[in-house]
């Protein structure tokens, strides 16, 4: 296809309750979406999970913006025909970004499979028409709000809990967290890169626990440190922000770095690019499972198809869309029934937007003719 026009929108959600990480707090989650017109007059959409600020990654929304209207959009116009397959290879040129090419390459394959008629879980082949759903829990100002919580998800009927944890706020809130849902429910931790090399001793005793894995405890940067963490501990050490790449993937596993991966296509580039880490996970025998970045219901359909992969052993950050907003942006959100999430099967990623709600929040709109 050959895209016409490119649409850089801001929306502006606010949270049900504040997600506080080891990184910040959120009370609300400004979203850029991308509308991309093919010729023939197919829209397609892609969610950036870029933040606002770059605390998590070096990405931010207004980056985004940025390197989409004055570097992709450019590459994208002067290349004319194109298909999804192609956009990696298109923008290989502009270094690093991958939330910007990821939401331009999701826009693409939501545009690309609508034209099909297929869906995104058809096109990638994955066997499961549901998935089970995990729910990622911030950190809380007292120990009682978080066991409340967490009560209230095991209603809910999640498959499994991530806790967020940090210094001074995580041997105690899982001890009292695991007591609290009994031994056989999964429970893991996440810690967004908040301890260093001098805290081996310390996260040991979250052995006692028996959790499905350890989050990014060390630096994005450091993974001699994961490698050593993963052989002083016996919580298998899972890598989020420090896998951007297909071959830092093939690094960290080959090192010992990484004995379990967190795939988020946003990190990596794309889709495309998740379902080759994927694959790579799987010829080593590495667990993966999918990352969420409180997506709305566009990113969050897309990210079902993608763990419906067999690859994804374990269940994924993709929670009911209520767990994070009262309404979404889509007319089907996602919902959990018995710890498990259908995924979708319409046409493209599988959502229909609600127009008028999207309108409602929008915050900024630009168009950029190709
Ligand atoms: O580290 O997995 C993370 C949200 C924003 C940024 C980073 C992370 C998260 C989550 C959210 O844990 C999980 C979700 O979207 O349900
Ligand atoms: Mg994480």
Known sequence: MKLSNIELRRIHLELVTPFRTSFGEQTAREILLIGVTSDDGTVGWGECVAMSEPLYSPEYVAGVETVISEFIAPRI?????????????????IKGHQMAKAAIEMAVLDAELRIQGINLHARFGGSRATIP???????????????????????DGYARIKLKIEPGWDIEPVRLV??????EMGLQVDANTAYTRRDFEHLRQLDAYDLLLIEQPLDTDDLLGHRDLAAAIDTPVCLDESIESFVQAEDAI???????????PG???GYLEAVRIHDLCVANGIPVWCGGMLETGI????????????GFVLPGDISASRRFYSRDIVLDPIEVNSGEVAVPSAPGLGYDLDSDFLESITTSVQHLSL
Do not use: H, M, T, W
């Open 178 to 183: 695991r007591e609290l849902i009994g031994p």
């Open 133 to 155: 759903s995990g729910v990622s829990v911030g950190i809380f100002s007292s120990i009682d709000a978080l066991l409340s919580a967490v009560q209230g998800y095991v209603d």
């Open 267 to 269: 990190r990596v580039g």
């Open 299 to 310: 990113g969050r359909a897309a990210n079902c198809a993608l763990a419906a992969l067999d």
């Open 77 to 93: 116009s002067q290349r004319g025909d194109l298909i999804a397959g192609d956009i990696a290879e298109i923008l290989k040129p």
């Open 254 to 264: 080959a090192i010992g770095a990484a004995e379990i991966i967190n795939i988020k």
